[in-house]
C-alpha cells in the first residue's frame, strides 16, 4: 500500500470519531441551550414577581406608617384626612379609613364628611372572611365607585389600645403596574403580563388598552390556580402560539406571566448549535486542509530521495538538494557518500582479478541491500516521529477548542441566575431601600479601618465648598457589624448633611471610645460614631418624623427619606442606638452607638493552609435541598475526612436522627421546601440533641437566628472556611459514635 493511501486512511481515522463527536457536542448544545433558556425565563419571572411584590410592600409601608398616625390614633379624623390628602396628592391614588363593617369614614378623592359608599367594592371583605380582621390584604382588580377607574386595593388594620379599631385602605389606579410592566423593557415579541387571584389582567406588555381587566383562558386560570411556579404552551389573547412562564407574587397570590413565542424559543438553541455546527465544521475542514498540505509535504521529499536513490543504483553522481526535513536529508548525505564510496570501491575493483571483481559485485550488492534497509528504517521511524508531533498538535488543538466552547456555555448559564442567577445572566444574564442585615453576613471589624474606608466613598459625594473634618481616636475598639451598612449610613448621613448646607460649611466625624452610653443603652464599652453639620437643622415638628421611613421635607425626587431610616435600623440591629439631635439655625448632630466586639477582628483569623486527614473528622447530618450544591459540598467534605449523612429536608434529617443516626455535627441550609426549616431543624436538635452542634448557611433569609451556640456560614463561602467551622464543632464535643447510620 502506497505511502499517502496510509496517510488518507490514518486521516479518515482522526476525522471520522471528530464527525461522530461534533454531532454529539451539537445535540449536547441544543438541549443545553433549551434547558438555559427555560432556566433564565424562569429566573426573569420570579425576579419580576419579587418587583411587583416590592411595589405592594412600599404601598403597605405607607399605609403602616399612616395607621401610627397621633391624629388617627387620638380619633381627630379631619387632621388625619388632611394627613392622608397629602401622603396621596396624585390622581392615582386614594386613601381610605373604613369601619370593621366596610364602611368608609372617610375618602381623599371626596371631601371630608361628604357621603361615602357604605359597604366594600373589591373582594377584601371575602379575603378578611378566611384569614380575620388584622391581616394585611391586596384585592383582586374592581371598578373604584368614585373614581370610576380599575383599582386595587392594599388594606393594613389600624391598632388603638391593642384592639383593631379601623381599616386604612390604599386605591392604586391599575395605571401604576403598566408603569412597573414598561420600566421592565421586556423584548418587543415578549408579552408580561400582571394578573389577579381570578386570571384577570392587571398589566401587559403589548396592547394594554385591548387587554387590562379582561380575564384569561380558563384553561390558563386552571393552570394558574394549581401551582405557584411553573411553564405551560399556551396561546396568548392575540391568538400567538407561547410558552408561558409564570410565578406568584408572594404578598398577594397574584401571578406574573412572561410569554414567548414558540418560535423564539425554538430559535435561539437552533442558532446556538448552527453556530456550534459551523465552528466544527470549519475546525474539521481545517483539519483536513492541514493534513493534505503535511502529507503533500512529506511525501515530496520522499518521492526525490527515491529518484536520488535510482541515480545512486545506476552509479551515477547524486545532485541531491536539502528538502528541509532532517532524517530524510541526513539518508541523502549517506546514500551520497555510499555512492562516493560505492565509485571508488569500482575503481579498485576494476584493476583486480574477475574473482576479486565479482567478489567485490557481491560485496557491493550486500551492501546496497543493507544501506537501503537502514535507509527505510530510519525513514519510516522519521515519518512516524513527525507525525506523531503534528497528531499530538492537532489533538490538542481540537482539545482547546472543544474546551473554550464548554467554558462559553458554562458563562452563558451563569449570566443568566443571578437575570439567575444573568443568566446568569442574560442568557449570564448575563446570568439584585434599606434591607435587612443578616446575622451570617456581619463580620468583627476594626472600627477606624472600617471608618477610613467609608471616608473614600462619602468624599467623592460631597460638593467642593464642605470642609470634611475627621478626628479618630487611634486605638478605636473593634465593633460587630455589616461593612456594606455601616459605609452606607455614614454616607446617607453625609448627604443629609451637605444637602442642608447649600452654601457649604464644616462636616465633622468623630470616632471616640466611650464608657457612659445613653439611655436606654446599658453601661460598657461603647464606639460613638458623631456625624455634625452646620447646615440649617431641623424644627421640633421634623425632628419627631426624621427617622420615619420615607419622611422627608425635600422637594419632590430630590429624597426618598429613606438615609436617616437606614442609618438608625443599621444602628439598632448592630444591637447599638442612633441619637439625633437638632435645631433651626444651630445644625444637626448625629450619635451612633455601637457595642465593643470582644471576639477578634474576623480578618485576623487564619485561613486554613491544608485539608485534614481522610477518616478523622466524624460524621456530618448535611441538610441541602439543591442536588448540585449537594453533590459538590458533601464530596468537598469527603475529601476533607468527613463522613456525611446527606438529607433533602428537615423533615427527611429529622427523620434519622428519630432513627438512631448520630452524627458530630449537624450543617444545614436555612431556606428549604417543606415545613421544617433550617431554623426549625436548628430548634429541634437543640431541644433533643443538647449536645449536638449546629451550623446553617444562608443566602439570604427574612428570619433571624437567634439561637445559642448556633452558628451561621454565608453563601457562597469557601470550603476550607466550613471545614474549619465544622471541625472546629466537632472538636468541642465528644467523638461522633461509631454506629452512626450512614444513608
Not at 377 to 387: D, M, P, V
Not at 713 to 724: M, S
Amino acid at each position: 500500500m502506497r505511502i499517502r493511501n496510509r496517510l488518507l486512511i490514518l486521516v479518515l481515522a482522526i476525522l471520522v470519531p471528530s464527525f461522530l463527536a461534533a454531532a454529539l457536542a451539537i445535540s449536547y448544545v441544543y438541549r443545553e441551550e433549551q434547558k438555559s433558556q427555560t432556566q433564565s425565563v424562569s429566573e426573569s419571572a420570579r425576579a419580576f414577581a419579587l418587583m411587583v411584590d416590592n411595589e405592594l410592600q412600599a404601598r403597605t409601608a405607607v399605609l403602616r406608617t399612616l395607621a401610627t398616625s397621633p391624629a388617627l390614633q387620638q380619633h381627630e379624623l379631619r387632621a388625619f384626612y388632611d394627613h392622608a390628602r397629602r401622603m396621596a396628592p396624585g390622581w392615582d391614588t386614594v386613601i381610605v379609613l373604613a369601619d370593621l363593617e366596610g364602611r368608609q369614614l372617610l375618602n381623599t378623592r371626596k371631601p371630608f364628611g361628604a357621603a361615602l359608599p357604605q359597604r366594600r367594592s373589591s373582594n377584601v371583605g371575602e379575603l378578611m372572611r378566611t384569614g380575620g380582621p388584622a391581616g394585611i390584604y391586596v384585592s383582586d382588580l374592581f371598578m373604584a365607585p368614585i373614581g370610576k377607574a380599575p383599582d386595587y386595593t392594599v388594606q393594613v388594620p389600624v391598632v388603638i389600645g391593642g384592639a383593631v379599631r379601623y381599616h386604612l385602605l390604599l386605591g392604586v389606579h391599575v395605571a401604576t403596574l403598566q408603569k412597573l410592566v414598561e420600566r421592565q423593557q421586556f423584548r418587543g415579541n415578549w408579552t408580561a403580563t400582571i394578573l389577579d387571584r381570578r386570571g384577570v389582567v392587571l398589566a401587559r406588555s403589548r396592547h394594554p388598552e385591548r387587554f387590562v381587566g379582561k380575564p384569561v383562558r380558563a384553561y390558563s386560570r386552571n393552570l394558574l390556580a394549581a401551582a405557584r411556579e411553573g411553564v405551560y404552551d399556551s396561546r396568548t389573547l392575540e391568538g400567538t402560539d407561547v410558552r408561558a412562564f409564570y410565578s406568584t407574587v408572594p404578598m398577594s397570590d397574584w401571578k406574573v406571566l412572561i410569554s414567548i413565542p414558540v418560535s423564539e424559543i425554538r430559535r435561539v438553541p437552533l442558532e446556538a448549535a448552527a453556530m456550534l455546527a459551523l465552528l466544527m465544521a470549519t475546525l474539521l475542514a481545517a483539519g483536513v486542509l492541514a493534513a493534505r498540505r503535511l502529507a503533500e509535504r512529506a511525501i515530496v521529499p520522499i518521492e526525490y530521495l527515491g529518484r536520488s536513490a535510482d541515480l545512486l543504483g545506476q552509479g551515477k553522481e547524486m545532485d541531491y538538494q536539502p528538502q528541509g526535513i532532517v532524517e530524510i536529508d541526513s539518508v541523502a548525505l549517506r546514500m551520497m557518500e555510499a555512492g562516493r564510496q560505492i565509485r571508488q570501491s569500482q575503481q579498485e575493483l576494476q584493476q583486480r582479478v574477475a574473482e576479486a571483481v565479482a567478489q567485490a559485485e557481491r560485496a557491493q550488492g550486500a551492501l546496497l541491500k543493507a544501506q537501503k534497509l537502514e535507509s527505510l528504517g530510519r525513514l519510516t521511524g522519521g515519518i512516524a516521529h513527525e507525525f506523531n508531533n503534528l497528531l499530538q498538535t492537532l489533538s490538542t488543538a481540537l482539545q482547546l477548542a472543544e474546551l473554550t466552547t464548554t467554558q462559553e456555555k458554562i458563562k452563558g448559564l451563569v449570566q443568566t441566575c443571578r437575570k439567575t442567577v444573568q443568566r446568569a445572566t442574560t442568557l449570564t444574564g448575563q446570568l439584585g431601600a434599606f434591607g435587612r442585615i443578616q446575622e451570617a453576613r456581619q463580620e468583627t471589624v476594626d472600627a477606624k479601618e472600617q471608618l477610613a474606608s467609608a471616608l473614600q466613598l462619602l468624599r467623592g459625594a460631597l460638593r467642593e465648598d464642605i470642609h470634611l473634618e475627621v478626628d479618630c481616636e487611634e486605638a478605636l475598639w473593634p465593633v460587630t457589624v455589616e461593612p456594606l451598612q455601616f459605609d452606607l449610613a455614614l454616607l446617607n448621613l453625609a448627604v443629609n448633611a451637605r444637602d442642608a448646607m447649600p452654601r457649604g460649611g464644616l462636616l465633622r466625624i468623630e470616632a471616640r471610645n466611650m464608657h457612659i452610653p445613653p439611655q436606654p443603652l446599658p453601661a460598657g464599652d461603647w464606639v460613638r460614631l458623631r456625624v455634625a453639620d452646620e447646615g440649617c437643622g431641623m424644627a421640633p415638628e421634623v425632628l419627631a418624623h426624621a427617622l420615619d421611613p420615607f419622611f422627608t421635607t425635600k422637594g419632590q425626587g430630590q429624597g426618598s427619606g429613606l438615609g436617616l431610616a437606614q442609618a438608625y435600623a443599621f444602628a439598632t440591629q448592630s444591637q447599638g442606638l442612633l441619637v439625633l439631635d437638632s435645631a433651626p439655625g444651630a445644625g444637626t448632630r448625629v450619635d451612633i452607638w455601637l457595642p465593643r466586639a470582644r471576639q477578634p477582628v474576623s480578618g485576623s483569623v487564619a485561613a486554613p493552609t491544608a485539608l485534614p486527614a481522610p477518616g478523622t473528622r466524624g460524621a456530618v447530618l448535611f441538610v441541602e435541598d439543591d442536588p448540585l450544591v449537594r453533590e459538590a459540598v458533601g464530596q468537598a467534605l469527603r475529601e476533607c475526612g468527613f463522613a456525611v449523612l446527606a438529607a433533602e429536608t428537615g423533615e427527611q434529617a429529622l427523620a434519622m436522627l428519630d432513627d438512631g443516626a448520630r452524627p458530630a455535627v449537624v450543617f444545614s441550609d436555612i431556606v428549604m421546601p417543606g415545613a421544617v426549616s433550617g431554623i426549625d431543624l436548628a430548634t429541634v436538635v437543640r431541644q433533643r440533641f443538647p449536645r449536638l452542634p449546629v451550623v446553617l448557611a444562608t443566602g439570604y433569609t427574612e428570619r433571624q437566628v437567634a439561637l445559642p451556640g448556633v452558628q451561621v456560614l454565608a453563601k457562597p463561602y469557601p470550603i476550607e472556611k466550613l471545614v474549619t467551622l465544622l471541625a472546629s464543632a466537632v472538636g468541642g464535643t465528644r467523638e461522633a459514635p461509631s454506629d452512626a447510620k450512614m444513608r
